[in-house]
């Protein structure tokens, strides 16, 4: 008979099942956090560290002087939907069908809540997930953030400048307009009507932008301080610098010249705020804080918009500088001060948490991003992605990059009486401005890389899957 004071005994038994516990809670407990901070419409020359003249950015550049910065940082669509889409969801927006623009609050689809989402993969590993900001991949309940793999979400579930319900009665739009609200702080209250969720339901119409920035970033606090002791995922897409812009009263600067400027520079703020309550907690250790944007900047609103830095066009096209983004990451095992020039972006974001937290991505789905780990911890030279594509904001392939060239096969477009259209290829190694159309050189170039492009758009289209749809 056994002794039930035995290890083979009951209390043995129930020992032994404690410390299965204790060992399953600590490696949860070892498992690194992430938090992704990711703006809207914020341009390639818009950060201090990125060579900005007249934005002060000191603390996302204190990532960049404690952790990598990332010169070739690429996102997968030049506008707003299919951009957060990819970055989710490790796909060009195509392959999971939110490739056609942007959301607005007469939509009737979103992001499917069958992909598997950064969120998704997180949580399945015990991680408390959390979105605060911008969604934009649907406002429908069945395809917020809380239907595909966030605990929780606050914040504008499309872009700051539409209404709810149907997107009408908007003020006057371009930099005059802008100029406009921007003398008139209350003008968030009296000239718009755009929602402020709390997970499924409407909580503030209209939103008060002047705040909205200051109250996304508490909300992330008072996460993180919650949820201390177990790993945690905070996405935080702020609505800005999408315009309209609006800072607290207390920060404004009256000129709207510097509207955009007194934006970015609330924004950086506010990211210290998060960055000392990490040093508080003692979590600056095992925390990966990621600092990206989802396009390049709205360049018609002038002031209102930013700064392309060194590349060509912005927001909206498939020009360098509508979407390579500037790119700061810190975290375990990131090198200090470091800058890779590699090819990489936020498609690969999702493959790369799973590998450093030692998981598997779903075997029954393709998707587009790699690992590139490597590159975040600077143990390799070589980006495995050796091809990007590029899709216009509407959907259809337009380009493709193979090391330092780059492709851009133009569909004919009737602008003052023309309709050619345009073939573009560019060495982005010496001609990262895109200023030097090499094609007629290199005839086997093009044909190569147009090749590959069809190839690759060919097989996304026909495996492409459907985004959820409101009856």
């Known amino acids: 008979m056994t002794d039930r004071f035995s290890p083979k005994g009951s209390n043995g038994l129930l020992c032994s099942f404690v410390i299965l516990l204790l060992a399953a809670a600590s490696v949860v407990a070892a498992k690194p956090n992430f938090i992704l901070i990711f703006t809207d419409d914020q341009g390639y020359g818009d950060l201090s560290c990125f060579g900005s003249k007249t934005i002060k950015t000191p603390h996302v550049d204190r990532l960049a002087r404690e952790g990598r910065k990332f010169t070739s940082f690429m996102v997968a669509s030049p506008v707003c939907t299919p951009s957060r889409a990819a970055l989710l969801t490790a796909c060009y927006p195509k392959r999971v069908g939110m490739h056609q623009h942007v959301l607005f609050p007469a939509s009737k689809k979103g992001l499917n809540p069958e992909e598997h989402t950064i969120a998704d993969h997180l949580k399945s590993q015990g991680y408390a997930t959390a979105c605060f900001g911008k969604w934009h991949l649907g406002h429908h309940p069945e395809v917020l953030p809380t239907s595909n793999g966030f605990d929780t979400y606050y914040g504008i579930p499309y872009s700051n400048d539409m209404n709810h319900p149907d997107n009408k009665g908007k003020p006057k739009g371009g930099p005059g307009g802008m100029d406009i609200l921007w003398a008139d702080p209350k003008s968030t209250l009296t000239k718009w009507k755009t929602p402020l969720f709390e997970d499924e339901k409407i909580v503030e119409l209209p939103v008060d932008q002047r705040t909205v920035t200051r109250r996304y970033t508490q909300k992330a606090i008072d996460f993180v301080k919650a949820n201390r002791e177990k790993p945690f995922f905070v996405y935080l897409p702020h609505s800005m610098p999408h315009i309209p812009l609006y800072v607290p009263d207390e920060v404004r ?65 498939t020009f360098e500088g509508g979407q390579r983004v500037p790119c700061v990451m810190r975290g375990p095992g990131i090198p200090a001060g470091t800058v890779c020039d590699e090819l990489t972006g936020t498609i690969d974001i999702l493959p790369t948490i ?51 060239w780059k492709l851009l096969a133009k569909k004919p477009r009737r602008r003052g009486g023309a309709n050619a259209a345009q073939v573009l290829l560019f060495d982005l190694g010496k001609d990262m401005g895109e200023k030097n159309n090499v094609a007629a050189s290199h005839p086997e170039v093009v044909k190569e890389l147009r090749t590959r492009m069809e190839a690759v758009d060919r097989e996304i289209t026909n495996n492409a899957r459907a985004p959820w749809t409101k009856d």
């Open 253 to 317: 600067d009256p000129d709207p010249k510097k509207a955009y400027i007194n934006t970015i520079e609330h924004i950086d703020a506010e990211v210290g705020r998060l960055l000392e309550v990490l040093d508080e907690l003692k979590l600056t250790e095992r925390t990966y804080v990621i600092y990206t944007t989802d396009n390049g900047p709205w360049l018609p609103f002038k002031h209102h918009g930013g700064s392309a830095g060194p590349l060509r066009e912005g927001k909206g096209t």
């Open 354 to 404: 799973a590998a450093l937290t030692g998981t598997n991505l779903p075997a029954d789905r393709k998707i587009d991003g790699m690992d590139v780990s490597g590159l975040w911890k600077g143990t390799t030279g070589e980006s495995p992605r050796e091809e990007f594509i590029y899709y216009t904001s509407r959907g259809s392939v337009e380009g493709i990059r193979k090391g330092d």
